[in-house]
């Protein structure tokens, strides 16, 4: 088992930036796709980004490439999702997740979950 615990979310002003966090507890040590994920009200959750157990590939959604970034340190247990030239479209609950057997995009594939945290983009 793995838990996922997000921080760092907030209320941010276009143009601005923020830095989530996403610390892993527990089975720590098996090589885990990391993927971030986000939910806007009345839509479904979309994928933002994902990167690979060493750090070496990620993919990123078209409507986040160039401003968002998601590097991790495994020796903290820690991805990031830094946030750049936000828009009041990237407004959404933000989650992080596990996947352990795919360096995937889709959500299904993803086998644990962390509660979210809200990040809001003023106009």
């Known amino acids: 088992q793995v838990q996922l615990a997000e921080s760092g979310g907030g209320l941010v002003q276009a143009g601005g930036f923020l830095r989530l966090s996403c610390v892993a507890s527990?089975?720590?040590?098996?090589?885990?796709?990391m993927g971030w994920f986000r939910q806007a009200p009345g839509k479904e959750r979309e994928f933002v980004c994902a990167?690979?157990?060493?750090?070496?590939?990620?993919y990123y959604a078209d409507s986040v490439k160039g401003r968002f970034t998601c590097p991790r340190d495994n020796s903290k247990n820690t991805v990031y999702l830094q946030m750049n030239s936000l828009k009041p479209e990237d407004t959404a609950v933000y989650y992080c997740?596990?996947?352990?057997?795919?360096?995937?995009?889709?959500?299904?594939?993803?086998?644990?979950w962390g509660q979210g945290t809200q990040v809001t983009v003023s106009s």
């Open positions: 997740a596990a996947d352990s057997r795919r360096f995937a995009r889709v959500a299904t594939s993803y086998d644990y």
């Open positions: 527990g089975r720590t040590q098996s090589p885990y796709t």
């Open positions: 990167i690979s157990w060493s750090g070496g590939s990620t």
